[in-house]
Structures are given as C-alpha cells and as structure tokens.
C-alpha cells in the first residue's frame, strides 16, 4: 500500500502549499489536527501546491474535504439525495445558492477521489455528470412551478412540477454519455409539446423565458461561483430558432433535414430533465435519424468534413500549449474514431450503439470493426488524456484543454500529475493516438480517383487520360452525362442526396464498365437506365451497400444489350437483378476506402 506522501502528487508550489495548512489548521480542533496528520498533510500540500481553486474549496468546506478521504460515494450520494428533495417553492436566490454551493462541495469530493486514485475515470466522470443532472432536475422543476405559480401554464401536479410537463431537456454530448469533465459546458436540447394541455395556445414566448432563465440560473456567477455553463446551441439552427423548440418542429427537422453532425450529438442524447416519457418518445421516433441500416455514403462525406475540422486544430509537435481535446493525438481523434465506427455500424447492429466510448472500445473490437490491440491501446490512452485534462481543469476551475504555455509551468503542471515520466511518455502517448487516428483513415495510402468532367466546354485533360486509361473514348459525352448527372438534370438524381450517392460511385462504376467488351455503349446504357428511374436514393443506396451489385450490373450493361433496355424500362426487372446480394452487408474495406483521402 503506498504511503501518504507516494499516493499524493507533492507541492509544485511550497508557500501556497504551507498557507493552506496554516489556514486550514486555524478553523477548529478538527481541521488542525486533520493538517498535522500524515494523511492530511499530504491532501493539503497536494491541494494547497497546485490548485488554488481546490486549495480554496477545502477552506470553504473542512469537514467535506476531511470526509472525502475515506467515504466519497457515500458523500456524494447523500449530497445529491439532499439536492434532489429541494423544494420547488423556494426562491429564486435560494435556489441559487442551494446549487452552487452544492457543486462546490461535489466538485471538492469528487476532486479529492480523483485525484488519490479512489476512484477510475468512469466513476469520477459518472459523478460529475449525476450532479450535473440532479442540479438541472431541480432547476427546471423550480422554474416549471413557478410559471405555474404566475399562471403561464397549468401543471397537472403542482407538487411535482415535472410529472406529465410537456417540456423536457435532453442532455448530448458528454452530459448525454455519463462523460462529464470538470469544466465541462452542458449541452442540452429543449422540446416542449404545444399540444400539452399544460401550455396556452401561443406559449413560444413563456418557453423562451424559461430556457433564458434556465441559462441563468446555472451560468451566472455570484459569490458562491456557478453550477454549469449551458450550451444550447445544438438545436437546429439555433440562429433561427427559439431555444426551446416545439416538438413537431423538432421531428420535422431531424427527419427531414438532419445532419451527420447532429447524428453524432444525439447518438449520445438521453431525456434527463422534465417530461422524460415525452423525452424518450421523442427519441424513438428519430432513432432511423441517428442509426440509419444502410451503410450512409453521403454521410461519409460529412465525416470527411468533421475530420479536416479537427486537422484543422493540429498544431506544431511538442507539448507547450498543446490541446490535448482538439490537438495532433487528443481526445477528439478517439472519440471520432469511436462516434464514427458506430454511426457507420450501428444502424445493423444495435449492440454497437454505446454512447460511452470506453465502453464502445471493446464493443467495436468484439464486432472487429476495430484491431483488439488498438481498442486496448486506445482504451488506456483516452484514460490518461482524460486525467490530463481534468488536472488542468481542477487548477483555477477553467474550461481550458491547454498545457502549459512555459516550461516551468509545465514541469510544474506534472508535479500536480504525480507522474515523473510525464513529459517523456506523454508525447509517445499523443503520436500512437494520431499513429491510430491516421491508419484509421488510411492516410497513406494515397488520394481516391477523382473524376472531374470540368463544368463546360471541352473537359479537362486530366479526365481525358483517366476515361482512356478505363477504355472510354467519347470523351465529350461523357463530360457532358457526368455533368448533366451532378446537376440534378434527371429525375433520380434532383435531390441532393442522390447526387451525393451517385459522385462516391461514379469511380467505381466506371472501373466496371470500362471492363466490359464496348465500355462506350455500356456506359449509354447505364446512363438510360438512371435517366429513367422516378427517384434514385433507394437504387443508388444499394449500391453504396454492395459494390460488387455495380459490376453485375455492368456485366450485364456491356454484354446483353436488349436486357439492358428492358431492365431501363421495367424497375421489376432491375430489382429481381439485383434483389439476391441485397441483404448483403457493405464489406469494411468500403469504407475504409472511402475515408483514406479524407
């Protein structure tokens, strides 16, 4: 068993260290004999020497910090047991005070747990976030009774202002994943039901007072500090809409209008506050949105997207001021590892849909969407860039992800980590996360085929060399089918969607009919065939699922051209073609394909 002064980091800091013990000493009998224990003094000087805010946490509250050493899940769940029978009644003020003194004390416990290996990752980061939902619980059940109160709306039970609400908050993101950090913002979307007999016929303005005092309840800081910085900015274009969206709105958008990036946030959403039947509904009913069944090419090309945003953040080697969220090797490149093997997988295999991603790891290795090793390495260094990070939150209570910017600060930094070896094993650590991040997008093996047609006129020589190379020779109509199918000129391909579809193709297939005895005619046959189908999202989708259904089909195409009229005119025809490979899952190196250039 260690002893006191191996289990806690040293003071990085002596004076600060000793004027806490001196301070803490001074409250009482308890706290003095608490700072001349071994114990004790090892907790002091740890908190005292490296974190001013937790330093001043402690002095706040002695008898939390003394009784965090040795029961810290019994002093949160009581903590929270007494936060949640808060009266719904009470003033705003009090309310106020009530939460942020109750997060100070959490945050301290939670701290101390921490950072004397109490307790895993997962534990701490489950703590931090029930807080965060017991607070906001309790928040909203006071602002919900007290529009009652006003007569805004009527509640069915004003004793329990939550019970058949009409209103709930969805927690995303970190919140949403039971993954909160210490300085984490919280990111909620809110829903409210219009049809609710709660609310009056035009309630958008009472919705809008209440999402504002939400914001300030929980963000505004006073004497006693803040609870959590609210986000809410991921509900649909939130420069549009009100901040509390109306339920049928929201189902029109995400069913109609979704974005790849909003899958990712609410493949981690949960209703947690308000009306959670009415949250859960809700879910449900957008659940096709978030886990779609087929492998999602158009979505292929939103990661892409999400994936030069984070390259975007990657900064020069070394380890002065580097993200260790955003940065080359950071928190980012695992969790976008993990968000998007189970996007892509999760549609057809439900045991895939893990909003936690320590516990997606092992899942993606399991179902061999991911090497066992590199889970297990990933797995390990996620642990310790998520430690990293919590220290350098735990300092001043900043929402920073920044090593230090100088070195004494930083050699300073790693005396708070109690690891020696920091900053020799930390950049290894930061280059076999990126080592992963790149293999998992194939970054070396080189840029896909691009077939550019050019926009008018003669195309450009490079397409020229490339259709020549595949057998083509009528260079000039084919441009100009190739452009005429990225406008949206044909019927199956006016929506944006099919387009996508269709240009993450259009290498392939043309592979398979360059290979076919006139690739010429093969491809006039394929480009009747698309002309004449009425929609081609649903076609072009089964393709994306089954490459291999696109060299059939040119197969057919080049060698039997009175069926390939005949498949053009009678869609019967064509599924029955295509219809025994459908159930066929898309095989890995698909997609490993289609992320290698992004």
């Not at 747990?113 to 980061?125: H, K, R, Y």
């Not at 300030?216 to 809410?232: A, C, K, Q």
């Not at 996620?382 to 992800?401: I, N």
């Not at 910017?405 to 280059?431: C, H, R, V, W």
Request: aromatic letters at 6%.
């Amino acid at each position: 068993m260690k002893s006191p002064d191996t289990l806690w980091p040293p003071p990085a800091d002596a004076q600060a260290a000793a004027r806490l013990l001196t301070e803490f000493a001074a409250l009482g009998r308890a706290e003095s004999k608490f700072a001349r224990s071994a114990q004790g003094a090892a907790v002091l000087n740890a908190l005292g020497g490296n974190a001013p805010y937790l330093a001043d946490l402690a002095l706040a509250a002695p008898k939390i910090l003394m009784q965090a050493l040795d029961h810290p899940q019994a002093l949160i769940d009581s903590l929270l047991a007494r936060l949640g029978k808060i009266p719904p009644t009470i003033s705003r003020a009090e309310i106020s005070k009530k939460l942020r003194i109750a997060k100070r004390q959490a945050a301290l416990t939670i701290a101390v747990a921490d950072i004397g290996s109490t307790w895993p990752l997962a534990q701490v980061t489950l703590a931090l976030s029930a807080l965060a939902e017991t607070c906001l619980k309790v928040a909203i059940r006071h602002l919900l009774r007290s529009l009652h109160d006003q007569a805004s709306i009527t509640l069915p039970d004003p004793a329990e202002p939550d019970q058949k609400c009409g209103f709930v908050a969805l927690a995303l993101g970190k919140l949403g994943a039971f993954e909160l950090n210490y300085s984490s913002d919280i990111d909620l979307v809110l829903i409210y039901d219009p049809q609710s007999p709660v609310y009056p016929p035009d309630a958008q303005a009472i919705m809008a007072r209440l999402a504002r005092d939400l914001v300030s309840l929980f963000s505004t800081r006073d004497e006693h500090g803040y609870v959590f910085r609210v986000d809410l900015r991921l509900r649909p274009d939130p420069a549009a809409t009100p901040p509390v969206i109306s339920l049928p709105a929201a189902l029109t958008y995400y069913e109609s209008h979704g974005r790849t990036w909003e899958r990712a946030a609410f493949s981690k959403a949960r209703p947690l506050a308000g009306d959670i039947a009415l949250g859960e509904m809700f879910l449900a009913a957008i659940r096709p949105f978030i886990w779609r069944r087929h492998l999602d090419f158009a979505a292929i090309a939103d990661i892409r997207g999400m994936k030069r945003q984070i390259d975007a953040h990657q900064t020069a080697s070394g380890l002065l001021d580097h993200d260790v969220k955003l940065g080359r090797g950071g928190i980012r490149e695992i969790e976008f590892i993990v968000q998007t093997l189970s996007l892509v997988w999760g549609g057809e295999d439900p045991a895939l849909r893990i909003p936690q991603t320590l516990k997606a790891l092992p899942a993606l290795a399991r179902a061999r969407h991911l090497p066992e090793a590199a889970a297990r390495e990933l797995a390990a260094d996620y642990q310790t860039l998520r430690r990293v990070e919590h220290r350098l939150q735990m300092v001043a209570d900043r929402q920073t992800h920044s090593l230090p910017a100088n070195q004494e600060t930083l050699q300073q930094f790693a005396i708070f980590l109690n690891d020696p070896g920091f900053l020799k094993s930390f950049p290894k650590l930061l280059n076999r996360v990126h080592r992963h991040f790149l293999a998992f997008f194939d970054a070396d093996s080189g840029p896909a085929t691009v077939i550019d047609p050019g926009e008018t006129g003669k195309p450009p020589l490079d397409f020229t060399i490339k259709l020549k190379a595949l057998g083509f020779s009528d260079f000039q109509h084919m441009a100009e089918r190739l452009r005429a199918w990225s406008s949206g000129g044909i019927p199956a391909l006016r929506s944006e969607r099919a387009r996508e579809l269709l240009d993450s193709l259009v290498p392939h297939l043309l592979e398979a009919l360059g290979r076919q005895k006139d690739p010429d005619r093969a491809f006039l046959h394929f480009d009747t065939l698309i002309s004449r189908q009425r929609a081609g999202v649903q076609l072009l989708s089964l393709f994306a699922r089954n490459p291999a259904l696109l060299d059939r089909l040119a197969a057919v195409l080049g060698a039997a051209p009175v069926l390939a009229e005949h498949l053009a005119q009678d869609a019967q025809a064509l599924e029955a073609l295509l219809s025994p490979a459908a159930r066929f899952a898309a095989p890995r190196p698909a997609l490993r394909r289609l992320l290698h250039e992004a």
